[in-house]
């Protein structure tokens, strides 16, 4: 890797724990503008994905479009990741924490290419997605997506912000319960769950 | 570094001027038979504000692009994504957009269009369709497969419709899950025929993500375009409704008409979602790669340029 400057995102995905090490010995200068381009890098990438996998082809109205309205899932990451910095009393300044947890999605970018691919490659990419999907291999890469993910969190507060083992877990626990927990109240403030659950 | 950066932006820039020069679809045209104006309809379309990928004005967007003369915003047990999908269709000039929702409980889905405001999702299902036609709305019952059917069997003289095309009917036939098979669909239908109950028949794409809005959808005999002329034409059952077997579904009249001089719905059942997937020459398709090419240069290199504070004290 470092023969070629790819981005923090690859190398977190290849050396999670190592590479969060690196990134805490030498910080970004200006964490607040290193942070924004990270969330832009993932809103950019959203918006890729789903202007190629609606249409096939990269259109001003999904690729800007997409990238408003799934505007609040790094709202909601930055609520949930901020909120486990002030629990745990971190000293690291906020722009810093956001800038470590952004350069961290990596897996969900790797998934998101690899599914426009399919549109863009295969000659019938619905038939290839059917495969995918009644063999298992889709749901395996999600659930591999979301527990690199996962990883990554644990290295981000272990190597990256200079937790404890115990801290660490705990501060990954309480991150996963507030960044689920907004999606659930926004689904329950909507009664969509709550008739699903059986509740009359 | 730079050169890199140079490159992924004039990918990115390639593929969005082939985007915007190749997208677009079926102009849409006015079909009539028989003095009544055939409307192509999806009456069942979700959006980013539950569980689909697109916000309410790029699904609106996608419609015109599948050729669509019609479609209900019909989410989770609320419709104000279907009012901003409405408000967004109506300043740029179409299609057609019914307020509805999908009421979804663990015993059943209900498809109500036409709403005047929102239903609430709990009591029982008779009481909640009451609501549905209380507030100007049309029922209709979603994916009736076999674990709702006795919800749907107790309610058969309120139902005003029910789903029989869906993109269930396109996966593989043989592995589809037992209790989401479309044939449980279609038997429904047949049954409640059988029993004196012709329900209107919707074909609709459950639309969530990816490609497919209207891949099934129903064509309705309506007096024009509006909304209430599409509701009325439901509620009188002048619809029809193309089976991935090809056979026709709807009442006798309608049949008729749709078959004496034939439409061709803008592709239906055997695009099986692929339609604008399909490359339109060379330029379309290199366009395509090139933003497949550009988001990777996004995902994998610096976007901007890496500047590192000196190493923290006391590291290596």
């Known amino acids: 890797m470092n023969g070629l400057d790819v981005s923090d995102d690859v190398r977190l995905l290849v050396h999670p724990f190592a590479h969060y090490g690196a990134m805490r010995d030498a910080p970004a200068l200006d964490a607040r503008r290193s942070a924004a381009t990270r969330a832009l890098r993932v809103m950019i990438t959203l918006g890729l994905f789903v202007s190629l996998t609606t249409t096939g082809r990269v259109v001003p109205a999904h690729l800007f479009g997409a990238m408003l309205s799934w505007s609040f899932a790094p709202l909601v990451q930055s609520v949930a990741v901020l909120a486990v910095a002030r ?11 956001l800038d470590l947890y952004f350069a961290g999605h990596g897996p969900w970018l790797a998934f998101m290419w690899l599914g426009a691919g399919v549109v863009v490659l295969a000659p019938s990419p619905s038939a290839v997605f059917y495969f995918l999907l009644s063999n298992g291999v889709l749901p395996a890469l999600l659930l591999a997506a979301l527990a690199h993910g996962a990883v990554l969190n644990v290295a981000m507060f272990r190597r990256g912000l200079g937790l404890s083992r115990g ?34 | ?23 677009g679809g079926p102009s849409r045209r006015v079909v009539t038979r028989d003095g009544w104006r055939v409307i192509e309809a999806d009456f069942h379309v979700h959006t980013r504000l539950s569980d689909g990928f697109l916000s309410p004005f790029e699904v609106v967007l996608h ?34 957009i019914l307020v509805g929702e999908e009421v979804t409980t663990d015993r059943f889905h209900l498809i109500a269009i036409g709403l005047r405001e ?52 396109l996966g593989p036939r043989d592995r589809a899950r037992r209790g989401w098979r479309w044939e449980e669909m279609r038997d429904f239908h047949l049954r409640a025929t059988k029993r004196g109950y012709p329900l209107t028949p919707v074909g609709s794409s459950d639309y969530h993500f990816f490609q497919g809005l209207g891949v099934t959808r129903t064509l309705v005999l309506a007096r024009d375009d509006s909304a209430e002329a599409i509701l009325d034409a439901v509620r009188a ?80």
Do not use: C
């Open chain 2, 118 to 169: 929102r239903v609430s999702p709990y009591g029982d299902l008779g009481a909640i369709i009451d609501d549905v036609h209380r507030k100007g709305g049309v029922a209709i019952a979603a994916h009736p497969v076999a674990r709702f059917w006795p919800a749907f069997d107790a309610v058969l003289d309120k139902l005003d419709g029910a789903e029989l095309m869906h993109p269930l009917a």
């Open chain 1, 87 to 97: 629990i745990f009393a971190l000293d690291s300044p906020r722009a810093r924490v």
């Open chain 2, 63 to 96: 419609a015109r692009r599948n050729g669509l003369d019609a479609l209900a915003i019909t989410e989770h047990n609320v419709t104000h994504p279907a009012w901003m999908a409405r408000w967004f269709s109506r300043m740029i000039g179409g299609p057609t």
């Open chain 2, 237 to 316: 059952g002048r619809t029809v409704v193309r089976d991935r077997d090809g056979n026709l579904h709807g009442n006798a009249r309608a049949i008729a008409i749709l078959t004496e001089r034939p439409i061709a719905p803008a592709e239906q059942v055997e695009s099986a979602g692929d339609r604008g997937y399909h490359p339109k020459g060379v330029v379309d398709h290199a366009s395509r790669i090139a933003g497949w090419l550009g988001m990777l240069g996004v995902v994998a290199f610096p976007l901007a340029r890496r500047r590192r504070g000196p190493p923290a004290e006391g590291s290596a």
């Open chain 1, 167 to 200: 801290r660490t877990a705990a501060a990954t626990a309480v991150f996963y319960v507030f960044f689920a927990g907004q999606i659930v109240t926004y689904y329950l403030l909507n009664d969509t769950l709550q008739p699903q659950l059986g509740i009359r």
């Open chain 2, 1 to 23: 570094m730079k050169n890199v950066g140079r490159a992924i932006l004039a990918l990115l820039a390639a593929a969005l001027v082939g985007g915007v020069a190749e997208d």
